[in-house]
């Protein structure tokens, strides 16, 4: 009877050490979820969706968008962080639950927590002058807040955001003070703009095109690197001598640990999806700004971005506060 158990788990043992292999070669052998830390109906969520359309084309198996939203997109990120690391629970990772929100406290994950698979898309950052303000280009905007420490008013989408740490960032190192305004929303402060309630306001060039091109408002600055297509005149911080930019960003992240088989498969599948001609039309179609690139230069703007928040978010005394 001894001898009969012991040659049964040999030749398990043998069958599993058999079958493991082909298992993890043949990966993925059923559908991938993944999980977006919004709500649905949102531009993450439909980039999400249009992804794993588009991905069946270079995966064998479809891929399941989940919603799960809240606190700010940090508890979707965190189900990511503390899935099983198989391949077959991935993320929609955003800079603001990975790069602003582990500087404010209440997470429990941090980049380190994460595979970077590919970023797919950001958001980019334009300054607009408002109606009435006393300035009239960026040389313009930069000189008097020097001459007006704290007086130029800027609008941002919301305390603590991507635009309030732009432009904070922005005034960093550009030696400059601002007196930054929340408002309930990009198109609130955009209004508020308008209306020439404020001096200046922060956000993307779909919110900024329609107003600029009826002349309500003037773009001042884009936080590029190069100037963009659709604002061509418009200058960007190093013109300026100012060594800054920032744009929001969302790309494919999975939990730490992935086997390096089923890493290497993702991302090439990504890499295939994200420069694929049908993906990146619906993506413009959507109002969404491809800008593919591959797990290490998409870790590596992580990590920048989340040097710069932390920076901004203890100047701001807002570090920890929701610890």
């Not at 830390?37 to 989940?66: E, F, H, N, Q």
């Not at 979707?76 to 582990?102: E, N």
Request: with cysteine; aromatic share 6%.
């Amino acid at each position: 009877m001894k001898k009969t158990l012991s040659t049964l788990a040999v030749l398990s043992a043998g069958v599993m050490l058999a079958t493991t292999p082909v298992q993890a070669a043949d990966y993925p052998v059923r559908p991938i979820q993944v999980i977006v830390p919004y709500s649905a109906g949102g531009g993450t969520d439909l980039s999400a969706r249009i992804m794993a359309d588009a991905m069946k084309k270079y995966l064998d198996k479809s891929m399941v968008v989940r919603n799960q939203p809240g606190g700010g997109g940090s508890i979707g990120t965190s189900a990511v962080a503390h899935a099983r690391p198989d391949g077959y629970t991935l993320g929609m990772g955003a800079q603001g639950p990975l790069a602003m929100l582990p500087h404010y406290g209440g997470v429990d994950y941090s980049l380190d927590d994460f595979e970077f698979l590919a970023l797919m898309g950001r958001n980019l950052m334009v300054v607009a002058g408002c109606q009435g303000a006393p300035f009239d280009d960026a040389q313009g905007f930069v000189d008097y807040a020097e001459e007006h420490p704290g007086e130029v008013r800027v609008g941002n989408s919301g305390a603590g955001g991507a635009n309030h740490i732009a432009m904070e960032g922005f005034a960093d190192a550009a030696g400059i003070e601002v007196n930054s305004m929340p408002f309930g929303g990009s198109s609130a402060a955009v209004t508020a703009c308008v209306g020439g309630h404020i001096d200046a306001v922060v956000a993307s060039p779909a919110e900024v095109l329609p107003q600029a091109q009826s002349g309500s408002i003037h773009p001042l600055l884009v936080m590029e690197d190069e100037r963009i297509d659709v604002l061509p005149d418009t200058p960007v911080p190093k013109e300026l001598g100012v060594d800054f930019t920032w744009s929001s960003w969302k790309g494919v992240i999975a939990p730490k640990g992935l086997p390096d088989n089923v890493k290497q498969t993702l991302a090439e599948a990504l890499e295939k999806t994200f420069n694929d001609e049908d993906f990146r039309s619906r993506m413009k179609e959507l109002g969404e700004f491809v800008d593919y690139r591959p797990g290490d230069a998409y870790r590596e703007l992580a990590e920048k971005d989340s040097a710069t928040a932390e920076k901004i978010i203890r100047q701001l005394g807002m570090y920890g506060v929701n610890q």
